[in-house]
């Protein structure tokens, strides 16, 4: 790999040489050779000064482009599973229909598989595991509720549920 001197050398002994060739064959003036020659010699100038005043530009800052490439870690994110158990919640708690027909299921599901046992099948076994109050609101053959808009369950009677569930 060549340094930044040698590729400076290179056009300047080139520049030098030519200017040897056109001095011997004299196809022009010799002030048109020469002024060509300091014409030649300043664009190198102005070449090497661009260089090096970009090189110091890009150790001070990074351009937009070359922050935008930077690889950052992914922001961390909840499990899509927790924020549908927690809009369950939610719904549940705020109505009586969705109490019903989402966050019970839910409930019940979480139950049978901790007492890994069909809460309709095995009812008394369920409810002595369980425990009258969170029975009560797990129970399988609990009536759909009169008013589907009515607020839902406590949040106090979820956490004993699924308290007692974690118990299990």
Same mark, same amino acid.
């Given at each position: 790999m060549r340094t930044e001197a040698q590729r400076l050398a290179l056009p300047l002994v080139l520049l030098t040489i030519g200017l040897i060739v056109a001095l011997g064959l004299h196809p022009f003036a010799t002030? =048109?050779?020469?002024?060509?020659?300091?014409?030649?010699?300043?664009?190198? *100038?102005?070449?090497?000064?661009? =260089?090096?005043?970009?090189? =110091?530009?890009?150790?001070?800052?990074?351009?937009?482009?070359?922050?935008?490439?930077? @690889?950052?870690?992914?922001?961390?994110? =909840?499990p899509a599973e927790l924020l549908r158990i927690e809009r369950e919640l939610t719904l549940?708690?705020? *109505?009586? *229909?969705?109490?019903?027909?989402?966050?019970?299921?839910?409930?019940?599901?979480?139950?049978s598989a901790r007492l @890994?046992?069909?809460l309709t099948r095995s009812a008394a076994r369920a409810r002595a595991a369980l425990g009258d109050e969170v029975w009560e609101i797990l129970r399988p053959d609990r009536p759909p509720p009169a008013d589907r808009h009515a607020p839902g369950i406590s949040r106090r009677d979820v956490e004993r549920c699924v308290a007692r569930l974690e118990e299990l």
């Open positions: 002030e =048109r050779i020469l002024a060509a020659y300091v014409l030649a010699l300043a664009a190198l *100038g102005l070449e090497l000064t661009t =260089r090096v005043l970009a090189l =110091r530009s890009a150790s001070d800052r990074s351009s937009e482009f070359e922050a935008a490439l930077v @690889r950052r870690e992914p922001d961390p994110t =909840r549940g708690i705020a *109505g009586a *229909g969705h109490l019903h027909s989402r966050l019970l299921p839910l409930l019940r599901e979480a139950a @890994r046992l069909d």
